[in-house]
């Protein structure tokens, strides 16, 4: 089994409607959760960091951890085209270990 | 702002040539590391290393050497580049045991 799992999509929706983007994990000891943002040939940008569970919100984006269901998503509101890009998920495990879903591919159509 | 700064972002190279792979921080961060990324294939763990002078193997470390000569500097070396190291190699930091990870802007090497 994969330490996390993502839905690689592609996730087609139009402007303006809430996206949501989720990845489960294996290990209930991680504690530190990671989404990125990657554009076509760039390197991924961090959008959200979440220690523990709970809520977090910055802007139009919002990060949620359930570490009863090992659950995490992030919800894009009032998605905008120039939010069409790859989201990853990533989680802080020990000994300096990252784990990395494989990515959503999020196209947002005019 | 934090920054990952990779010198090349694109990279045309020859099969048996040497690459040099450039990248620095400037967050006083203790460890770097050194990915590659490929279509289907996600984010895979070349080398990183958590001290000046220390390294540790990742997950695809064959063909690949490292260098960690100052905190802020990681580099990434290809004794002799073959055509299926044609790839994205991206750098990134954080601190030592807690926090999050941070990514420069990629290289893009393709070799001929």
């Known amino acids: 089994q994969k330490e996390v799992e993502q839905d690689p999509g592609p996730l087609s929706v139009p402007e303006g409607a809430i996206v949501s983007l989720n990845c489960t994990y294996s290990?209930?000891?991680?504690?530190?959760f990671m989404w990125y943002r990657q554009y076509s040939r760039k390197g991924p940008e961090l959008l959200m960091y979440?220690?523990?569970?709970g809520n977090k919100e910055d802007g139009r984006f919002t990060a949620q951890v359930d570490k009863s269901s090992k659950y995490i998503s992030l919800f894009i509101r009032d998605s905008q085209p120039s939010d069409s890009a790859t989201y990853l998920c990533?989680?802080?495990?020990?000994?300096?270990?990252?784990?990395f879903g494989s990515g959503t591919k999020l196209n947002v159509k005019p | 702002d934090v920054k990952v700064t990779q010198s090349s972002r694109y990279l045309v190279k020859r099969t048996g040539e040497k690459v040099f792979l450039e990248c620095v921080q400037d967050?006083?961060?203790?460890?770097m590391f050194w990915y590659r990324q490929d279509p289907g294939l996600g984010l895979r763990l070349i080398y990183f290393?958590?001290?000046?002078?220390?390294?540790e193997k990742g997950d695809i470390p064959e063909g690949y050497s490292v260098s960690r000569e100052k905190k802020e500097r990681f580099s990434l070396i290809l004794e002799s580049a073959s055509t299926n190291q044609t790839s994205m190699y991206l750098c990134?930091?954080?601190?030592?045991?807690?926090?999050?990870?941070?990514f420069g802007e990629g290289s893009r090497l393709t070799v001929l």
């Open positions: 990533a989680i802080r495990g020990n000994f300096n270990k990252f784990y």
């Open positions: 290990n209930s000891a991680f504690q530190y």
């Open positions: 979440t220690y523990s569970s």
């Open positions: 967050m006083d961060h203790e460890n």
């Open positions: 290393s958590y001290d000046v002078k220390m390294k």
């Open positions: 990134a930091s954080s601190l030592l045991q807690v926090g999050e990870l941070f």
